[in-house]
């Protein structure tokens, strides 16, 4: 599968993105984990998204430990991660209490060590987690082009940022995505500017739980009983499933959204990558969103 430019001149990754915030619940082996990034490649989908936090510290080293049975792996995939956060946890005894941090000795301690637990010499994309009152744009930003320069990183953006957070520190170095929460359960970022901003600026956005981390399933609330009506129809008339329609659904965005799909499913997997083939129209979209509004478009 063929990958996507996130912004003009920025980093490639495949159109659907593979999140592993989960991968420590799953209790797999290394041989387990392998594999499971093994038919995500097959799959196509070979970009695989990481936080210094995921599984309190210990995703990446998972994740890195199970390349090492097979480092060749990584020429062909695509390795994203994120910082900014610290956690209160046994594995960073030295924090009393959870606070984010983009300090330039915290951005480039945090790489190198993401690059020993991933057991890789660069990452394609690095994101600030969060938005952090204290950031000094400035400061971030000299130490980003020191890790560029460095080899270490291929690109730069950020997550959860508000248009105006981003744009500050976009006046500084130029940013590839902001990594944002995106559903029918939530559609505040298609409201507040900040995918007006992705478009405008053509920096796509990449979409973290697409299917409401499984509230789209599961949850009995009124909102999404609707919704999942409402998928459940459009899926049957294209002969496809809920989760690609839901996709499709956000596929359709002009801002050119990159799914995270978290699932440790292959077939999840599929049923997201479908989404690339189902172009909802028009009427069938807003179908969607009026079930979510509970109102039908002014
Ligand atoms: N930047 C940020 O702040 C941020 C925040 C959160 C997440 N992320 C990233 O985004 C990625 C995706 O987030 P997410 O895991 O919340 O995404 P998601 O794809 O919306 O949710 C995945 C969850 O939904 C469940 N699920 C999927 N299909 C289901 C079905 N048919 N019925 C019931 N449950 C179903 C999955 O369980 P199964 O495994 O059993 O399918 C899994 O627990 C993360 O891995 C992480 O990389 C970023």
Redesign the pocket.
Known sequence: MNLVELSPGGPRLSPVVV????LSEWGWSPQERLRWVEQCIELGATSF?HADIYGGYLGEGLFGEALALKPGLRQHMQLVS?LGIKLVSPQRPGHAVKHYDTSAAHITWTVDNALQQLRTDHLDLLLI??PDPLLDADEVARVFEQLIAAGKLRGVGV??FTPAQFELLNSRISLSTN?V?L?PLNRQVLDDGTLDQCQRLRVRPMI???????AL??SEEPAAQRVRQALTTIAQRHDTSV?TVAHAWLLRLPSRPLP??????PE?LREALAALDLRLDTAEWTEIWNAATGQRVP
Do not use: M, Y
């Open positions: 999140g592993a915030w989960r998204d994120k987690h969060r997550s959860n990594q929460e559903h973290w739980s697409p299917l409401a981390g499984g399933f599961t989760a995270i799909v978290g699932s440790r499913r999840a």
